[in-house]
C-alpha cells in the first residue's frame, strides 16, 4: 500500500543558473554505469561542497537542497554534504592533533502534571544543563567517542536551526580555531522547551562539543550508544526537571553537524509518531474499541516542501471522536519510506484497519477551514471531513 501513496511536495520545474553544476554532478552520479565512475563523481562533488563551506557559501548549499528537482537528487546532495564536511575538516591540525566538532541529537519529551483546566501557567524547560561535566564523566566512563579523553562540552542545548545548513560554515570556523589551540566563544544560546498544561510534547535539541585527538583518529565512529544512552538520558532529564514537569531525553550518538542533523530530525519525527499512536490507539480502545487508521497525503505550504503525510485514527462506533498526526516530509525523505514507518507503527500496536489513500489532498477543508483529515467509515474512505 505506502507505494501507491503520491508524493504531495512540489520541486523546482527548472534549476537556477548558480545551482546548475553541482546539480548535474549529482545526476551524473546516480546515472553512472560503474561504480568508480560513480565513485570519482561523489569526489568531486563533496570537494566542490566542501570548497563552498570553507569560502562561507553555507547559505548557497541550503538554497541547493531546495532547489534539488527530485528525492533522489536532494539525498545524493545530502550524502556528499556529509563527505564535504569531512573533507573541509582535514586540515585543522596543530601540533599533532586535530579538533571535531559533535552534535548529539536528543529527542525530549517533556510533560506537565497539572492539568489542562489549571490556570496556572507551567515554566519552560530552560535547556541549560548544570553539569556538563557529569555527562562529560559518562561518556568517558563508557568510552564514548573511540575512548577519547580530551573532550569538552557545550552547557546549552539548542535547537536545530543552530548546526543547520546556513550555520554550516561558522561551524567549520569554529571547529579550525579550536585546533589551533585558540579560545572560541560560540553564539549557542540555549533553547527553551515550552511545556502546555496538561500536555506531552516533543522537542529536538543538540548538544554539542568538541574534541582533540590524532589526525587519523576518527572519534565519531561508533553510531551507538551502548553502555552510556541510559545513564546519559537520566542525567540529562535529572538536570532538565522542574517542578511539576516530567522530562525524558532520549539521546543519539554524537556525530558531525550534517549527519546528526538528518538523524535528529528523523528521530524526532519517529518518536512523536509512537507517543501520538500509542495515546490515542489506548483512549480510543477504552471508549469505542479498535481504531481504524487512515494514511493520506496532504499538500500544505507549512510542511517542509509544501506537503506532508497525515494519520487519522478514529471508530465507526463514534463519529465526533477522531485524533490525527501530521507527519512531515525532509528533503531527503522517499515519501513512500515515511508511509510504510506509519504502516508498520500501526501493525506494532495490532492496528488492524489501515488504509492507505491515493491522490494528493488538500490542506483544509474548504467548508470548515480546518484541518482536513479522513475518516476509515466514510464511503470508499474518501469522504472529506474536518478533525482537531
Known amino acids: 500500500m ?9 520541486f523546482p520545474a527548472r534549476v537556477e543558473t548558480s545551482h546548475t553544476p553541482l546539480i548535474e554532478l549529482a545526476e551524473a552520479s546516480l546515472a553512472a554505469t560503474s561504480a568508480a565512475r560513480a565513485d570519482a563523481l561523489d569526489r568531486t562533488l563533496a570537494a566542490a561542497l566542501a570548497e563552498r563551506l570553507e569560502s562561507g557559501d553555507a547559505l548557497l548549499l541550503a538554497e541547493l537542497i531546495a532547489a534539488a528537482p527530485s528525492v533522489a537528487i536532494a539525498r545524493q546532495l545530502w550524502r556528499r554534504l556529509i563527505d564535504a564536511w569531512r573533507v573541509a575538516s582535514r586540515g585543522n591540525a596543530a601540533d599533532g592533533l586535530a579538533a571535531t566538532l559533535f552534535a548529539m541529537p536528543v529527542v525530549v519529551i517533556a510533560a506537565s502534571q497539572s492539568t489542562a483546566d489549571a490556570p496556572a501557567v507551567v515554566p519552560s524547560v530552560a535547556g541549560l544543563l548544570s553539569d556538563t561535566a557529569r555527562l562529560a564523566a559518562i561518556l568517558l566512563e ?4 573511540a575512548g577519547n579523553e580530551s573532550f569538552g562540552l557545550a552547557d546549552a542545548l539548542v535547537a536545530a536551526d543552530a548546526i543547520d545548513i546556513p550555520r554550516w560554515s561558522d561551524l567549520l570556523a569554529w571547529q579550525k580555531l579550536v585546533g589551533r589551540r585558540e579560545i572560541v566563544e560560540r553564539d549557542l544560546p540555549p533553547t527553551p522547551i515550552a511545556v502546555q498544561p496538561g500536555q506531552q510534547s516533543v522537542h529536538l535539541r543538540f548538544l554539542i562539543g568538541t574534541t582533540l585527538a590524532a589526525p587519523e583518529v576518527d572519534v565519531l565512529a561508533a553510531t551507538d550508544g551502548a553502555g552510556w544512552a541510559m545513564p546519559l538520558a537520566k542525567e540529562l532529564a535529572r538536570q532538565l ?5 516530567s522530562v525524558l531525553a532520549l539521546p543519539r550518538a554524537p556525530q558531525s553537524p550534517p549527519a546528526a542533523l538528518q538523524q535528529g ?7 512523536g509518531l509512537q507517543l501520538f499512536a500509542s495515546n ?5 480502545r477504552a471508549a469505542v474499541g479498535e481504531p481504524s487508521a487512515v494514511i493520506s497525503a496532504h499538500r500544505s505550504v507549512a510542511a517542509p516542501g509544501g506537503g506532508e503525510l497525515r494519520l487519522s485514527l478514529s471508530s465507526p462506533f ?3 471522536q477522531a485524533e490525527g498526526f501530521r ?5 531527503t525523505d522517499p515519501v513512500s ?3 510504510s514507518m506509519l504502516v508498520d507503527l500501526l501493525r506494532d500496536c495490532r492496528v488492524a484497519d489501515v488504509r492507505v489513500l491515493p491522490g494528493v489532498h488538500p490542506d483544509r477543508d474548504p467548508q470548515t477551514g480546518m484541518m482536513l483529515l479522513f475518516k476509515s467509515d466514510a464511503p470508499a474512505a474518501t469522504e472529506q471531513i474536518s478533525l482537531h
Open 327 to 331: 507527519c512531515p516530509l525532509f528533503p
Open 241 to 245: 526537571a522542574l517542578p511539576e514537569v
Open 318 to 320: 463514534d463519529p465526533r
Open 337 to 339: 519510506d515515511v508511509a
Open 265 to 271: 530530525r528523523a528521530a524526532q519525527r519517529e518518536v
Open 2 to 10: 505506502p507505494s501507491e501513496i503520491s508524493d504531495p511536495r512540489t
Open 280 to 284: 490515542a490507539i489506548r483512549r480510543l
Open 142 to 145: 563508557h568510552r564514548a567517542l
